[in-house]
C-alpha cells in the first residue's frame, strides 16, 4: 500500500432517489469536501464514471444496476462480466472493482463494485458497503494510473441502500469511510485493501451506526514513486 500525496482533485457526486439516504449522506459527509450531495438518478449525472453496486457474478438483473443496463444497452453487462472473467476468474470479491469503458460519451465508464455475492442478498449485517465503496475508489487510483486524468468525477448511490437493505445511515457512514481511504491511500491490489478494512472494522461493527471510522494506515507505509 502507498500512501496518496499527490492526487488529482476527484469531483464526487452522491445522488440518489432515496430521500432519507440523501439525509444520512448529509450528516455523514458534512465536513467533507469535494463531495456534492442530490436527490435524484445517476443517469442524470454528468460525470467521467457511474459507481454500480451488482454482485459478483456481474448480472446487471436488478436495482441500479437493471437501470444502468437498460440506459447504456445490453453491451455493458457483456463488458463487465468479460473483465471479471479475464481478471477474476468469473467471479469479482466483495472488496474488489472493475472499471470498463461504458460505450457512451457520459459517462465514458462504468465501475462495477460489488455489495454482495449473489442478486437481491441481504447485506445489512455485513461491512460489504464500506469494501465496495473502498474497493470503487481505488478503480479510479488504477485507471488514473494507466490513463492519467481519464477520470476526474464520479457518481454513486446509496450502495446496498436498497436491495441489500443496508440501514441509510449505516450505508452513509460506511461510504464515507470508503471515500475516506480513497484520499488517504492507494493500495497495490485489492487483496490489501480488503484485508486492511476488515482487520479494522470487524471488531467494531456498531461505531458505522453512530459516526463514521476513518481507517488507519498500516505502519509498512511507502511514498509513492
Do not use: Y
Not at 471479471?84 to 459517462?107: E, H, K, Q, T, Y
Not at 469511510?177 to 478494512?197: A, K, V
Not at 458505522?208 to 509513492?224: C, E, Q
Request: hydrophobic share 40%; aromatic share 4%; proline share 6%.
Amino acid at each position: 500500500m502507498t500512501e496518496n500525496r499527490a492526487q488529482s482533485p476527484l469531483r464526487v457526486v452522491l445522488t440518489d432517489l432515496n430521500s432519507t439516504v440523501v439525509q444520512a449522506w448529509r450528516a455523514a459527509f458534512a465536513d467533507t469536501p469535494g463531495v456534492e450531495i442530490r436527490q435524484g438518478s445517476i443517469l442524470d449525472e454528468q460525470v467521467d464514471a457511474w459507481v454500480s453496486p451488482g454482485n459478483s457474478r456481474g448480472r446487471m438483473d436488478g436495482g441500479v444496476d437493471a437501470v444502468i443496463k437498460r440506459h447504456l444497452g445490453a453491451g455493458i453487462q457483456l463488458r463487465v462480466q468479460r473483465a471479471i472473467r479475464d481478471r477474476f476468474a468469473g467471479r469479482l470479491p466483495v472488496g474488489s472493482a472493475v472499471c470498463v469503458p461504458s460505450g457512451a460519451v457520459n459517462p465514458a465508464f462504468l465501475i462495477s463494485a460489488p455489495t454482495m455475492e449473489e442478486s437481491a442478498q441481504n447485506v445489512s449485517q455485513t461491512l460489504n458497503v464500506a469494501l465496495a465503496c473502498a474497493a470503487a475508489f481505488q478503480a479510479i487510483h488504477r485507471q488514473n494510473e494507466e490513463a492519467p486524468g481519464s477520470i476526474t468525477s464520479v457518481a454513486l448511490v446509496g450502495m446496498g441502500a436498497r436491495t441489500g437493505r443496508v440501514p441509510a445511515r449505516v450505508c452513509a457512514n460506511l461510504m464515507w469511510t470508503g471515500h475516506t481511504l480513497f484520499n488517504d491511500h492507494s493500495f497495490e491490489d485489492f487483496d490489501d485493501l480488503r484485508s486492511t478494512i476488515v482487520a479494522q472494522l470487524d471488531d467494531i461493527e456498531r461505531a458505522p451506526d453512530t459516526k463514521p471510522v476513518r481507517i488507519a494506515p498500516p505502519a509498512r507505509v511507502t511514498s509513492r514513486r
